[in-house]
């Protein structure tokens, strides 16, 4: 199995280890250099064992090593493609009050097209790749899934809300094969906070074993902190459970509504919490990433859904397209017009549609919204 991969990423040349963090950017020349000897049983070039050890700490300068059983090196592609997002599945356990997706219903392509869309995704260029849902890991070709995927070549993120990170298949396949990143949702720091907002009972516990079995076996981990209504007291305690597991941590605390435009979870924003600092200052979303959802649709990103491409039937080519969708998209503006604000918007026209669809209170998402609460 391989330890290292050697990609062209937008335009660039990257080696990266999987389960690792940092890389190293080489020439093309190097590149080529990797290329042509990836399939053989040449050792491994000074140059990349002296970055190994310097960067990961990792003796490659061993008897039997050789560029075929150690380097996967990627081909280049027709795409500048890097990252994707794959929704396997939008079936969940939980039933959260802030989520984004409208319908969570449990189906998706059968196994043998999952692996010819991981193929796709493979040729397109992703070396990024991002595992959602719904909840990845109840899809139940998941494991099947990841193992295609890291052994492609992909550097994997799974986003999940952690309540089945303790299952042994699960911990011991990404022991094995080790994610880039595990980013777990946090919705609060005890059971009554995190079971109100899931609407699950026993979440908290389940979520905590997942979070033990993750950090003893050294994933990556990142906690993705929601702030609601429910928990919002409970900030610093979400900060603390971060540490305790050696995880990273984000906050969100801006509620969307669902993407295709109704307004049930904006009753989960906890008041005072709307972040009103960022400004948007444009997006990559259909260029040089793109989104995929459980049936093969390819579209700019979870959010500008419109006109997806079909990737079961137009194959490749069909991304061709997506820049213009996604151009298309960003440029519509919708319910707004003749705005002296929109250089300073804080989300993007895809979102702010969603908001307006929803009929959104003004200042969740438009800066004339503040003016009207002064």
């Not at 906690?223 to 007291?233: C, E, G, P, V, Y």
Request: proline share 6%; charged share 20%.
């Amino acid at each position: 199995m391989h330890q290292l991969i050697a990609s062209p990423y937008n335009g660039k040349f990257l080696i990266a280890r999987p389960g690792s963090k940092g890389g190293m950017r080489i020439p093309r020349t190097l590149y080529e250099e990797l290329a042509s000897t990836a399939e053989s049983s040449s050792p491994l070039p000074a140059w990349l064992l002296d970055h190994a050890l310097t960067a990961w700490g990792l003796d490659l300068d061993l008897e039997g090593t050789v560029m075929r059983e150690t380097v996967l090196v990627r081909p280049e592609t027709r795409l500048g493609y890097g990252r994707a997002t794959y929704e396997i599945n939008k079936g969940c356990n939980f039933n959260c009050e802030h989520c984004y997706l409208a319908e969570r219903k449990f189906e998706g392509l059968s196994w043998p097209d999952k692996v010819r869309l991981l193929h796709l995704l493979r040729d397109a260029g992703v070396l990024w790749l991002q595992f959602t849902g719904g909840e990845p890991l109840i899809d139940r070709d998941f494991t099947d899934a990841y193992t295609l995927a890291h052994r492609s070549g992909m550097l994997i993120e799974i986003l999940t809300n952690g309540s089945r990170l303790h299952r042994p298949e699960i911990i011991n396949l990404l022991r094995d094969l080790p994610p880039h990143k595990v980013t777990v949702s946090l919705y609060g720091a005890t059971p009554g906070s995190f079971d109100a907002l899931t609407r699950k009972p026993g979440a908290f516990k389940l979520v905590e074993k997942g979070l033990i079995a993750a950090h003893e076996a050294g994933l990556a981990l990142e906690l993705a902190l929601i702030i609601t209504r429910h928990n919002a007291h409970e900030l610093n305690a979400m900060h603390a459970l971060a540490e305790r597991y050696g995880a990273g941590s984000q906050e969100y605390s801006t509620i969307s509504p669902t993407y295709t435009g109704t307004p049930e979870p904006l009753a989960a924003q906890a008041p005072g919490f709307l972040d009103k600092t960022s400004v948007f200052k444009g997006c990559p979303a259909g260029h040089t990433f793109f989104h995929v959802d459980p049936h093969g649709l390819a579209t700019m990103c979870k959010v500008g859904r419109e006109n997806p491409v079909d990737l079961m039937t137009e194959g490749l080519d069909g991304l061709f397209r997506l820049p213009g969708i996604a151009d298309a998209q960003m440029l519509r503006t919708g319910g707004c017009g003749g705005c002296q604000l929109s250089g300073t918007c804080r989300v993007c026209r895809p979102l702010a549609k969603a908001y307006q669809e929803a009929k959104a209170p003004l200042n969740t998402y438009c800066q004339h919204g503040e003016e009207e609460t002064r």
